[in-house]
T-cell receptor
Framework: DAGVTQSPTHLIKTRGQHVTLRCSPI?????VSWYQQVLGQGPQFIFQ???????GRGNFPDRFSARQFPNYSSELNVNALLLGDSALYLC??????????FGPGTRLTVL | DQQVKQNSPSLSVQEGRISILNCDYTNSMFDYFLWYKKYPAEGPTFLISISSIKDKNEDGRFTVFLNKSAKHLSLHIVPSQPGDSAVYFC??????????FGKGTKLSVIP
């Protein structure tokens, strides 16, 4: 079975630009969560969606937004990019409860 | 304010010996705990979890112990193998799908 997939793998943007990251969950998983991991830190929770509804939001500015589609895939959008947004963005899906399965991540570099 | 703390940034262990990775938490609302392993350029891989109603959970070479009164959990790997060399993250959840991660411990298993 395919695991969580994310695209693109790597991305380079300049300050002020906008970026869209994509995630496809494991088949049958209805919940998708997004995390940001900066170097030397653990992943930090950004959003969680279940059945296309936002269930939770972490401590991130309104420049960050997300949505989930009817097929349970998800997009994370970041507007007005800052240098500090450079990070590995991880998507995780889950079937039940707290066991979340992560994708390989998208490495975003903001210049 | 770090709610999940992994105070050892790194740990070196001889192949065949036991690896013990520690994690402390401060939020009494956490009731589910997970350990993830992460290789460079990959997303975190789920290893093992434990609910707060238990104090021990085993899966092959991996055992997680939970001491609720001390707000402490540990991951034991026996016997350690060179392929176990990775960064290990402790994560906790208040039952809401939102995971809070520690900063990770880099385990090096020396052949």
């Amino acid at each position: 079975d395919a695991g969580v997939t994310q695209s693109p793998t790597h991305l380079i943007k300049t300050r002020g630009q906008h970026v869209t990251l994509r995630c496809s969950p494991i088949s049958g998983h209805k919940s998708v969560s997004w995390y940001q991991q900066v170097l030397g830190q653990g992943p930090q929770f950004i959003f969680q969606y279940y059945e296309k509804e936002e269930r939770g939001r972490g401590n991130f500015p309104d420049r960050f937004s997300a949505r989930q589609f009817p097929n349970y895939s998800s997009e994370l959008n970041v507007n007005a990019l800052l240098l500090g947004d450079s990070a590995l963005y991880l998507c995780a899906s889950s079937l039940r409860g707290n066991e979340q399965f992560f994708g390989p991540g998208t490495r975003l570099t903001v210049l | 304010d770090q709610q999940v703390k992994q105070n050892s940034p790194s740990l070196s262990v001889q192949e065949g010996r036991i690896s013990i990775l520690n994690c402390d938490y401060t939020n009494s609302m956490f009731d589910y705990f997970l350990w993830y392993k992460k290789y460079p350029a990959e997303g975190p891989t789920f290893l093992i979890s434990i609910s707060s109603i238990k104090d021990k959970n085993e899966d092959g070479r991996f055992t997680v112990f939970l001491n609720k009164s001390a707000k402490h959990l540990s991951l034991h790997i026996v016997p350690s193998q060179p392929g176990d060399s990775a960064v290990y993250f402790c994560a906790a959840s208040p039952g809401s799908y939102q995971l809070t991660f520690g900063k990770g411990t880099k385990l090096s298993v020396i052949p």
